[in-house]
């Protein structure tokens, strides 16, 4: 199987198999437990939590969730909810381009009576600072916006954005699933005061993500319960899970980010065969994008197609974020760009990782145009 | 170490352990892809569906969580504003024994303007089935006891209480948390509506457990955002987790439960043997307890001391849920039972498993009278 498929989920690194490996073979203890078995775990824990921090520049202030989802749900809600109890105006700012984890949240705070505003966008996605400034004019609670799109891999001046929030007395979340590992992260030089992160997005494990929360900065948590995580996040704590984002993480800032380049030019070889077959586009910024992902179209082929006829010749590629993933419906992502439904039910969109290579690329230059001829053919058939 | 706190967490089972490893190794896809990657592991998320449900006699139901916290809160929560939507009296009614997730559930349901009855019990931990009638008699939307007490081992005759809750339209949530693979469970026979369960107090992995909803009953999840789990628990599945969890249902069905004689066998022996320290007590309900648990109280020497002499003398033990432990605060639990601060501060609970030995037993029970003895002399200098 050619995976280009790495904005769905990524290979779990052997070296990070190996550290829960050998932390499955080891102490069993609850962190939470005050005797040795449990100091154990509890070393384990903070040892992954210190690596985590590393990788996006911080020094403390991480804090462990079930996954990206959750760390969305904790960073927008959470944080929303504080300022607005000390007084900020229920209001929250974002993108009609987020991924539905933040799409969720934005709704749930819609639900408890805040204001939620979504920024224009043109059609690469792109949004304007003069168009944030005019939404924080009143005041707000909060913005959130992904430090990379999950479709586009559009990258935003974060920094710019941040400062202008922060100009208005409102908080910054972003979502950076999408970006860790694919991009050096320094969450004082970016400004942000949340970001969110997700395991199995950099080759360490699903079910386990982190949210990062710069030290001074109020948020409620989700669940009341237990004590962990400074009551920020009740419930034992998945530990061979955090073991592995800790050593994924490791990876990630020694390694993982060196291959941006290499990535990147496997992406623009893909991109520029692909951009061969007659009607064919590219969706999103060009300019500013994360390494490995391409969103393209393949006019008159509805992407779901394009789809499952790479899976049956043995690549994976997706139309859009997996978790929306098994509908027909066009992306809420490239609708947003202004394209009408039969354009933006086009869209394929094309994710690489450190481990593919360029006979790879090639092989899917050469079989995407007799797929697309064949789809186009049963389509007007 | 000798592990005598198998309520807090278990040790991995190596069988699950291989089932996890053998998963590490192979497909690496998320489950919402539509590709062979992802299929893979939709495969493996399905068969560990059907084993947890094997275990509760369930064939359906089955929705993955981060754990036990999470699947009480989507339990508790997710059924009391279902049923308050659909018209059912904003009343919650528990009992003051319950675990913290679960009284965090409720205080959550208290903000939100649920009246939270808790039932009286009596110095053993028992409630009345009379007083439960009395508390429902204006309606509930939910009634949430625990199928086996965290701190006690007590069970209820739950049975015969969700009877009671269904004859006045409320919905029955049980936290099975700490019944699960130590007593043979039967959703149907019980009657709940919702039930709670944990990977790592089966010896499976922490941060992954499981709600059962019963077919028909509607809760509103906890979060919005992708249709993972039917839209109940949005985000990529930890499917690493979820095998490990279904495979730990697995072998609670097919050999854990069938060790309860052994394991209630040398709870016995270990009772009977701190008894002899004279002015020890059991707390609880001896005549309805899970296997393993025994919550004693050794007169006159705080059980904070005496879990850390133990752990010194390379003993696990705990004063109580180790979701509160680090607090001095005697546990919430027994001060229900109505007794003094002084003398709820004095509860050790000692939690067997099925790798215990007798031997494990009578050195504990060597151990502590010498231990208990010091500990007097210090107090009373």
Redo the contacts between chains.
Sequence with gaps: ?I?F?HN?????DQRV?EA??AF??SP???P???????RAARDALERAREEVGALIGASSGVVFT?????A??LGVLGAARAARAAGRPPRVVSSPLEH??V???L??LSDEGFEVMLLPVDEKGRVEQGDLAEALRGGAALVTLALSNHELGNVYDIAALAELAHAHGALFHSDGVQAAGRMSIDVHALGVDLLSL?G?KMHG????GALWVKPGVEIFP???????EKGLR?????????VGLGEACRLARTEGISCAESVSALRDRLEQGLLAIPGARVNGDRERRVPGTTNMALASAPGELV??A??LA?????TG???????MEPSPVILALGQPPDRAAEAVRFSLGRDNTQDEVDEVISLLPVIVERIRAASFG
């Design positions: 199987m995976d498929d769905a989920t990524t290979r779990l198999k829960m490996l499955l073979s069993r203890g609850n939470s437990s005050i005797h040795a078995l449990g079930s996954g990206g989802t959750e969305d749900f539905p984890a799409r969720g949240a709704e749930t997700s199995h494990p699903k079910g386990i989700l669940w009341k319960g237990g004590h962990q009740p419930g034992t704590e998945n530990v061979v899970g955090i789809v499952i790479l899976d043995g690549v994976a590629a997706s974020a997996a978790c929306a993933s098994g509908s």
